[in-house]
């Protein structure tokens, strides 16, 4: 918790901290509706111009288990979850025990005191940190009444919070408000009842309640959501009215709210009975005219490959969305891990080019997604969308969009044409163009799409020449794409000792790392890549200004000790100074975990 | 982060850039299309496969019922039959293995001023895309499925396939197939198929009859063709045609259609068995439901830009 300063200290009266930031980690179980309390968090934080990064793990089993929800707010530039809580709401006495170590030394503890005895707090942990015990449990019972199923509680223990932090309690009662709006008016009246008896509790423990100092984002609108949201809304703004999918963790989210919001704008989501059909029919209503999205975690990703070579074979556009998780096989479904990226470069038989994009953030989860329907358009291919457990359940807020400028119309022409050959080999951009069916062709040739490799028509061949001219032909398209490609910035001055490469989620971490290196005097910087497949040209010249290049990823070293964006670099420049900065935990990267790599690989 | 690197400039809507436009045709100047005009490739079939039948009969059905041409959507899985789109002078599309139906039901949904016709073999159907058969049959996607069911593999060369009797011998099964074969007949009707019927390519009106019915079907239409493959099992209906000392027995005409029991027991033996519709009832396409769900939906956001629409969304993520 960076404090700024220490405002006041009236007799008796807890002194109030002012703070630029504070990460709160809440630990319960998955039923408490902890989620729902850093949510609220998360919201409160948009609404008062602050950054805010949340990161929660869930448990893979269906009910109870331990579950966490950290929430990072601050007044200036929020990279990562943060790497030690300053504070741990703790419900139970396992919540305690698990994740004590995640709390910085002088944090404080706000424990549950029905479930975790003051007693049996070791005198070593209480000389560490500070304890604050509340019997929430009761006092929820006592505020709202019921049976005590612990129905309620995660909403007085907001209150407590709101307190301690001296939230806007304003804007809390309206978050309640529209949260429980809709359902029995008992229940709203019933969720301000706990909130307010939080609130009001005398924290006769607490020394000391903080202050947020004014948020920097002073009149931006802000939206406050997570990114599977971004990137399902993403879809929608670029035009996607036509989905299949396939229930899958952490995959489901977009699913649900596609098949949810669709309908409004005139499209459809279709539930398949399995991860063949949802991208089999995804691509036909590509065909159809319209480019449609499917998508899945790593289990279903593996399950949709053959078809995906179908559409770079046909030359189909199609937004495939992979929110990885840990694997391989079933292996962690709720943790994150950055280990489909070889599925989604290489993934399929054959000589298989295609797109593979990694948002690096909730935000550039809604921008990128209609990015990837722009390119799949434009170059007739299917897209990856390459995201991961941990960008797709944390909550972000992020500058409204200008949802006038970026929402597109790409409804389908059918408008009918003399002549057609969709995989003209003449055509000056190289580049395949589908008619989709209603379509006329006025000499009456009509194209065929196919897996088969085909002539300029559609139509089967065995032919050597044409079998050599297409493949070049689907090679050459995203070779021109890579030439049009934003050259990535480095972050940081362009030369100096260690290039930290990241994709995806890690550009967050990096970032601050580099930060926390520069400060500490290292010739540190950043390099954040989003387009995987193709790369970007000329990476080698930036690579060429330092004298390590560290590709940070959450996956394994693998059999040839790189890591799998660090093999593919690696492969590309045939440079030895590439290593790879990996782990596969399955937990988002510490600041720390970094700086320490770098330390003992630049020893 | 907000500025996008392929903002929608990059292409503008329509997808014919590449291509000339024309004046849409008017229908005064439709005439019904000829073979000559919607065949394509030289079928890759061998001299006297069942499969050239069905297609003959394909572009009567195209001819009889003056499709228009560019209306006209042909989708196919993998197998000598699913062939079929190449041959045909169409928009067409050859997909992958077994997964013709999904592919289709795509098309189907999200194309309602279409109808998509379905071609494929025994084992694209009732093997790899078994699954496929029976949740699109369920979900009642308005489709027509011509099955040529030929008993064997053909394009691998003589496998057993999931529809080939007891006995058969094939290069898998050299010493007689053992397996309990698919009922197609009954597998359709208890997946929940709408329309379910059968027929062979030696009775060219049958066929042609089957198809028109199947395609004024409003639902999942299944029509399993009996189709002889010459080279791998000669001779495998010879029972059902009457040239080759067979019997071409109808489904009698007191059977009630719309019994789902009894038309089950009369698909009990189909060596030569019935031919005709066994099955065929009404039920809630699909289709017509997801046109409802958007309908519903639609009729709130009346006036509603899409920019506006997701504009409410955002508001309340604020």
């Known amino acids: 918790m960076s404090e700024a300063a220490v405002a006041t200290s009236a007799g008796g009266q807890p002194t109030v901290s002012k703070i630029s930031e504070a990460v709160i980690r809440i630990a319960g179980n998955s039923q408490d509706g902890i989620q729902a309390i850093g949510g609220f968090m998360a919201r409160l934080a948009g609404r008062s111009e602050q950054e805010v990064m949340t990161f929660m793990t869930i448990p893979s089993t269906i009910s109870g288990g331990p579950s966490i929800f950290q929430v990072r707010i601050g007044s200036g530039e929020v990279l990562s979850p943060g790497d030690e809580a300053d504070m741990l709401l703790a419900f139970y006495d396992h919540s305690y025990l698990a994740h004590l170590s995640s709390l910085k030394k002088g944090g404080i503890v706000l424990y549950d005191s029905d479930h975790l005895k003051p007693e049996a707090i070791p005198a070593e942990n209480l000389a560490k940190y500070r304890h604050i015990g509340v019997p929430i449990s009761s006092l929820t019972i006592e505020a709202i009444g019921g049976s005590g199923r612990d129905k309620g509680k995660n909403v007085y223990a907001l209150g407590l919070l709101a307190r301690m932090f001296d939230l806007n309690v304003e804007k809390l009662h309206r978050l309640l408000q529209e949260r429980f709006t809709g359902k029995d008016p008992k229940i709203a009246e019933t969720a301000l009842n706990a909130f307010n008896a939080g609130y009001h509790y005398t924290l006769a423990t607490a020394t000391e309640l903080f202050q947020f100092q004014p948020g920097e984002n002073v009149g931006l609108s802000q939206v406050v959501m997570s990114g599977n949201e971004a990137l399902a809304y993403g879809l929608i703004a670029a035009g996607v009215r036509f989905g299949a999918g396939y229930p899958i963790t952490p995959w489901s989210d977009i699913m649900e709210l596609l098949r949810r919001e669709l309908p409004k704008y005139g499209g459809q989501f279709q539930q398949c009975e399995d991860e063949l059909a949802s991208v089999s029919m995804a691509l036909g209503a590509s065909w159809g005219g319209r480019v449609a999205v499917t998508g899945s975690s790593g289990p279903g990703i593996a399950l949709k490959t053959e078809a995906i070579g179908w559409a770079v074979m046909a030359e189909m556009p199609l937004i495939v969305v992979d929110v990885q998780r840990g694997g391989p096989s079933t292996g962690m479904p709720t943790n994150i891990e950055q280990s489909d990226l070889n599925i989604a470069v290489f993934g399929g038989h054959g000589d298989c080019p295609r797109v593979v994009i990694a948002p690096a953030s909730v935000e550039d989860c809604f921008y990128s997604a209609i990015e990837a329907v722009n390119i799949a358009r434009k170059y007739s291919t299917p897209v990856i969308l390459l995201t991961d457990q941990g960008i797709a359940t944390r909550i972000e807020a992020f500058k409204e969009p200008d949802l006038r400028k970026v929402v597109q119309d790409i409804s389908p022409d059918y408008t009918a044409v003399t002549e057609h050959k969709p995989y003209d080999l003449s055509a000056p951009d190289g580049i395949t163009r589908h008619l989709a069916p209603g379509t006329r062709v006025a000499s009456g040739k009509y194209p065929v799409v196919t897996g088969l490799e085909h002539d300029e028509l559609g139509h089967p061949t065995g032919s050597p020449k044409v079998h050599l001219q297409m493949t070049a032909k689907r090679r050459n398209k995203l070779k021109k794409l890579a030439t049009e490609l934003p050259a990535p910035v480095v972050y940081g001055p362009p030369e100096g000792q260690v290039l930290l490469v990241s994709w995806g989620s890690a550009q967050g971490p990096v970032q601050e790392a580099v930060k926390v290196a520069r400060a500490a005097g290292q010739a540190v910087s950043g390099l954040h890549i989003k387009y995987i497949s193709p790369l970007p040209n000329d990476l080698d010249k930036i690579f060429e200004a330092f004298n390590h290049v560290l590709v940070v990823e959450l996956n394994d070293e693998g059999l040839n000790g790189v890591g799998q964006f660090g093999g593919l670099l690696r492969a590309r420049y045939a440079d030895k100074k590439i290593r790879g900065i990996t782990k596969s935990d399955g937990l988002t990267w510490k600041i720390r975990e970094i700086l320490d790599r770098i330390a003992a690989m630049t020893a | ?318």
Request: proline letters at 6%; a positive charge.
């Open chain 2, 1 to 318: 982060m907000s500025e996008m690197a392929f903002p929608f400039a990059v292409l503008p809507r329509g997808a014919n850039t590449n291509a000339t436009p024309v004046a849409p045709l008017t229908e005064a100047d439709r005439k019904p299309l000829t073979k000559k005009e919607v065949s394509a490739d030289h079928p890759t079939w061998c001299p006297g496969c069942g499969d050239f039948s069905v297609l003959a009969l394909y572009f009567k059905l195209i001819e009889k019922r003056r499709m228009f041409h560019e209306k006209i959507t042909t989708v196919a899985g993998i197998g000598c039959s699913s062939r079929f789109p190449y041959f045909v002078q169409a928009h067409g599309a050859h997909f992958i293995h077994g997964r013709a139906l999904p592919f289709a039901s795509g098309v189907a949904l999200s194309r309602p001023d279409l109808h998509v016709f379905v071609f494929g073999g025994d084992g694209d159907a009732f093997s790899i895309g078994g699954n496929h058969f029976t949740h699109t049959a369920r979900k009642n996607v308005k489709l027509t499925y011509v099955v040529m069911d030929n008993n064997v593999y053909g394009l691998t060369k003589s496998q057993t396939s999931p529809t080939s009797p007891i006995g058969f011998k094939s290069k898998t099964d050299v010493w007689g197939a053992k397996d309990r074969p698919v009922n197609p007949i009954k597998q359709a009707i208890c997946a929940g198929a709408t329309f379910v019927a059968r027929t062979t390519s030696t009775n060219p009106n049958h066929v042609l009859a089957m198809m028109e019915q199947a395609m004024d079907h409003d639902g999942f239409a299944f029509i399993q063709v009996l189709s002889e493959c010459t080279e791998f099992y000669a001779g495998a209906f010879d029972h059902a045609n009457p040239r080759k000392g067979g019997t071409f027995a109808e489904v009698p005409k007191e059977h009630d259609v719309t019994d789902e029991y009894a038309s089950y027991r009369l698909a009990e033996d189909l060596s030569p068995g019935k031919f005709g519709v066994f099955y065929k009832t009404q039920r809630p396409t699909k289709n017509a439901n997801e046109w409802q769900i958007i309908a519903d939906h639609q009729a709130k956001t009346v006036g509603l830009e899409p920019w506006q629409i997701l504009k409410k969304n955002f508001d309340r993520m604020k």
